[in-house]
């Protein structure tokens, strides 16, 4: 804690002194001790010093004396220590009303006092109290420091930080996601990550946070808290907030949320070694998947088994692509550095979402991309893996702001095939963008022939326009020469396993209106949707409609 200026005046030199304005601002932080006998005395502070005057230079001069004593309050000294009887009578009143107005301690002191018996007293009461704050600042960052050494991780910070503050603790990283924190916060942590999701309160917070400095949170619904942002080399990593309805911390709370920060930011590098790693571990494993290198299936199971995931029982690769990467979707706003920090900072929250609800699976990144290997029961329900895919995607949205398509595989059930597996998926995330655009979502099982059209299209896309051109192109040219829905009707039949009923209930057309539809289909196109080799070739020229629509 600091020394201020009511402790000063505890010193037996100044047993006679008399506090002339400013008594409520005893309590003001003393950082040193300075003699000013010079008019522009206000330019050599830098605020929290004592200063002692006789206002030699501004004797005989009520003005000076007034701008004396103005300018020293505006520079945000401690306190003016003054004689009054040599070279003064007394002080302009107005000064005095600014004074208590500030609460800027004006301290007359007697003639007799020595400046420099006041100056060794008070700088001896001011470097004692900064050896033992030193000391106390050094006892606390050797108790969180221990922590962090003997693997205490977050919760431990928080619960260290927790115990040396008597408060409740947590600890956001920069994405305002929480590390650790208090057991009995004043709501839960599921609640308070609601509260700070919310645009307004999360700019405000941010907006707070840019700098270094603590500052006071609340409001909106929010709990009052003190947060003081974990900084290195000028770079944000998060914060450390503690939970109280005081307007101002204590000083001795200052310094363990300072020590708390300089902690954190070490636990902060610490995760990230373990992040490049953990991620430089999982990109070979899947590269060698993926390359087929990995033929070995015992190998590959003893590799997953390492990472923390289990392929002895088979698993589904889900492909999550990020669409600002590829470049489906452009933000202006964003370059490259920006872009890659929001997907890193996605696939940290997939991983921690993955590692919860999917503990023997894997996730990693990949070129931009989220690859994962889903084991266990989910890995072959086609619906829970859905439902796993649309938490990660709106994950995307919310934590990150990105869009995400995503790309299902087939289950493969033994580990030796899971290059083919992760094709499938690949396949998945390409047929559905193209189809569906950004933001899509597509399992394997519902790709069907359009996988071989891709794999033309990519090799040779007029040879998708000639299959086009060839079927469905010429019924496409005849509605939109005449008005007719043609290719529309198409469509549904197939959709309804041909039959005349069904599509004529959808399209709110009599059978018969349908069955000259289909055959004028025939008349344009020379393709019959009644013949199977001809319905094949019509159905094809569907997907290379779409495939070029797209």
């Known amino acids: ?61 009520p003005e000076g004396m007034r701008d004396f004593c103005t300018t020293v309050m505006m520079a945000d000294a401690a306190a003016l220590f003054v004689k009054t009887t040599r070279f003064v009578v007394h002080l302009p009143s107005d000064v005095f009303e600014l004074a208590d107005k500030r609460k800027f301690p004006i301290v007359e002191v007697p003639q007799n006092l020595r400046w420099t018996r006041l100056m060794q007293d008070a700088t001896e ?18 108790s969180l420091l221990g922590v962090v050494m003997d693997g205490g991780g977050w919760q431990g910070l928080v619960d260290e930080v927790s115990r040396l503050l008597e408060r409740r603790v947590v600890i956001l990283d920069n994405a305002l996601e929480p590390l650790g924190a208090s057991k009995d916060l004043p709501v ?44 290195a080399s000028h770079a944000r990593l998060g914060f450390v907030c503690t939970f109280t309805e005081a307007e101002d911390l204590p000083n001795n709370d200052v310094l363990v949320l300072e020590n708390a920060a300089t902690i954190a930011a070490l636990q902060t ?10 991620v430089r571990l999982k990109g070979d494993f899947v590269d060698d998947v993926v390359s087929g290198e990995g033929r070995d299936g015992e190998s590959l199971v003893r590799r997953g088994t390492f990472l923390g995931c289990d392929l002895s029982q088979g698993a589904t690769v889900v492909l999550l692509g990020v669409d600002e990467f590829d470049g489906l979707v452009v933000r202006k706003e964003w370059g490259q550095e920006e872009l890659d920090r929001r997907v890193e900072q996605f696939f940290t929250q997939t991983s921690r979402l993955v590692s919860t609800t999917e503990p023997l699976s894997l996730a990693s990144l990949k070129s931009g991309r989220v690859v994962l290997f889903v084991c266990g029961k989910t890995a072959e329900d086609a619906v829970a893996l859905k439902k796993l895919a649309g938490s ?13 398509s995503v790309g299902i595989g087939g289950f493969t059930p033994t580990a030796a095939h899971m290059g083919r597996a992760y094709r499938e998926a690949l396949v998945a995330l390409k047929v559905g963008r193209k189809l569906h655009g950004s933001g899509s979502m597509l399992h394997f099982e519902d790709v069907g022939t ?21 079927t ?13 829905q043609l290719v529309e009707t198409l469509v549904v039949f197939f959709r309804s396993n041909e039959r005349l009923t069904e599509t004529a209930a959808e399209l709110f057309a009599h059978r018969h209106t349908v069955r000259y539809r289909l055959e004028k289909i025939a008349e344009i196109s020379g393709l019959s949707p009644f013949q199977t080799e001809h319905k094949e070739r019509l159905g094809l020229g569907l997907k290379a409609r779409s495939l070029l629509l797209s």
């Open 188 to 231: 839960t942590v599921g609640h308070l990550k609601i509260l700070l999701d919310r645009p307004q309160v999360r700019d405000s917070f941010l907006r707070k946070g840019s700098g270094e400095k603590l500052f006071r949170f609340g409001g909106e619904g929010m709990p009052p808290m003190f947060v003081l942002p974990i900084v």
């Open 392 to 404: 990660l995607k709106e994950l995307g949205k919310t934590v990150a702001g990105l869009s995400v």
């Open 1 to 61: 804690m600091s020394v201020t200026v009511r402790q000063i005046l505890e010193l037996d030199v100044l047993k006679e002194a008399r506090v002339l304005a400013g008594a409520d601002g005893l309590d003001r932080r003393v950082t040193s001790v300075t003699v000013g006998e010079v008019p522009d005395i206000a330019e050599w502070l830098s605020g929290g010093e004592m200063v002692l005057t006789t206002f030699f230079a501004v004797k005989n001069d």
């Open 472 to 484: 469905i192109g010429p019924v496409d040219k005849y509605d939109q020469a005449n008005g007719t």
């Open 450 to 470: 359009y996988r071989l059209l891709l794999d033309a299209w990519e090799r040779d896309p007029d040879e998708i326009r000639v299959l086009y051109e060839d």
């Open 125 to 142: 009461v001011i470097i004692n109290r900064h050896a033992s704050l030193l000391e106390r600042s050094r006892a606390i960052h050797r």
């Open 269 to 278: 590098a610490q995760d990230r070694v373990r992040f490049e790693t953990e």
